[in-house]
C-alpha cells in the first residue's frame, strides 16, 4: 500500500498543470500580498458626521485639517465608508452621532462614538489617538468658551483667570471629561471584510477542492485502464479515498506556505481546525463522486461547473447572491461557502462546517455498506 501511495505522490507531482499550481499558489500570494501592503502603507480614515452639528462638525474640521501620515476623509454615509473598510480603500472609520455634545454634558463619555475597522492592521490604533485628541481639543474649548460666558470673566479679568485654569486642571486630572471608551466595530471577521485574508482563504479553498476533483479524475481513469487496484482487491474501496487525499494534502501544505509568505496571522486554532475539517469534507464528497461509473471528461465538466457556482455564491469574489436574494441557497451546495464562515465566523459556522462533514460521512458509510458503485454512464 505504502508503494502505491509514493507512485500516486510522484504522478502528481510529474503532472505539469499540477505542480503549477503548487509552486505557482505560494508565488503569486507572496506578489499579491506585497501589493497589498505597499498600498496600506498610507492610513487613509473615513468620518461619518452630521453636518448640520455645530459641534460635530468642529471636531471634522479639525480632522480634515490633518496633514501628515494619516489622512482623514470625509464619506457620505456609514454604508459606504463599511464597504470602503471592506474593500482596503480605508484603514478605518468613525461615526459621530449628532447627539455627541448632550452626552458628554450628562456625563457620558464611553461608546459614544463608533470605530469601524479591519482586523490585522494596527493602524487604526493611530488614527484612534488622533481622534481623541481632536475631540480633547474641541470640546475643551467649547467648554471654556462657555465657562467664560456663563461666568462674566471681563468683568473680573484677574479672578475668573485662575478659577479657569483651576477648572481646566481638574478636569484632566481627574479624567472626567476626556477619558473616552470608543465603540468598536470589528466587522471583518465576522462578515469577511479583511481585504487581504478573505481572497487567499478563498483561492486556497478552491484549489483544495480542485484537487480533490484532479484526484478523483485520476481515479476513474485508473478503473477505465484497468488497474488492478482500483478496481479489485483488498484495497479497491480504500483506493478512491488515496488517490483524492493525496492532491488535497498536497495543495493544502501549499496553501499553508502561501499564507505563511504573506505574513498573516493564519495558524489559529480555529482556522487549522477549520481547514483540516475542511481537507475531509472535500475527500468525502469526491469519494461520493467515485461512486458513478463516468469518464474522466465527464468529471471535469461537473468539476468546472461545480466551481463557477462556488465562485459566482461564495461570499468572496462575485457572490450574486447579495444581488439576488433566493439564489443564497444554491451557496449551501457549495463546500467553500463552509469553510469561509468557518474560518471568519463564530463557532455556531464551525458546527455548521462539522455538521456537514458528518453528514457526508454518514451517507459515504452507508454506500460502502451497501457496495453502491453506482452505475455506468
Known sequence: MRIW??????RFLCQKFFLFLLIALPFFTYLYSYAVHQKSTKVKVGIVADKDN?????????LLSKTGMITFCEISSEKD??????????????????????????????????????GGNAFYLIAREAVISSVFRVYGRQMLED?????????????????????YKDNLEKQQ?????????????????????APLHGGVAFLILLAGFCGLALYRKDCGRQIPFAVT???????SLFSIAVPVAL?????????????????????????LIYDIIVVLFCDLLSAIRVKEGVIWLFALFYLCISVLFTPVFLNLSVLIPWAH??????LPYYFLNAAFGGVWQIFELIFVGTLLFLVNIWRRRRDCYGYEL
Request: charged share 25%.
Open 5 to 10: 501511495m509514493k507512485k500516486y505522490t510522484k
Open 54 to 62: 455645530v459641534f460635530v462638525r468642529e471636531i471634522q474640521e479639525e
Open 81 to 118: 465608508m463599511i464597504q470602503k473598510i471592506r474593500k482596503g480603500d480605508l484603514t478605518c472609520g468613525y461615526v459621530f452621532p449628532d447627539t455627541l455634545k448632550k452626552q458628554y454634558e450628562n456625563g457620558r463619555y464611553e461608546k459614544c462614538i463608533t470605530q469601524y475597522r479591519c
Open 147 to 167: 465657562y467664560i460666558a456663563q461666568s462674566g470673566l471681563f468683568e473680573s479679568h484677574e479672578i475668573q483667570k485662575g478659577e479657569i485654569s483651576q477648572k
Open 177 to 197: 471629561t476626556f477619558t473616552m471608551e470608543i465603540n468598536k466595530q470589528n466587522f471583518a471577521k465576522k462578515q469577511m471584510g479583511d481585504y487581504l485574508l
Open 233 to 239: 482487491g483488498k484495497w479497491r474501496r480504500e483506493m
Open 251 to 275: 495543495m493544502t501544505i501549499s496553501g499553508i506556505l502561501s499564507e505563511l509568505l504573506c505574513g498573516v496571522s493564519f495558524l489559529t486554532i480555529k482556522e487549522i481546525a477549520s481547514l
Open 329 to 334: 441557497v444554491l451557496s449551501y451546495f457549495c
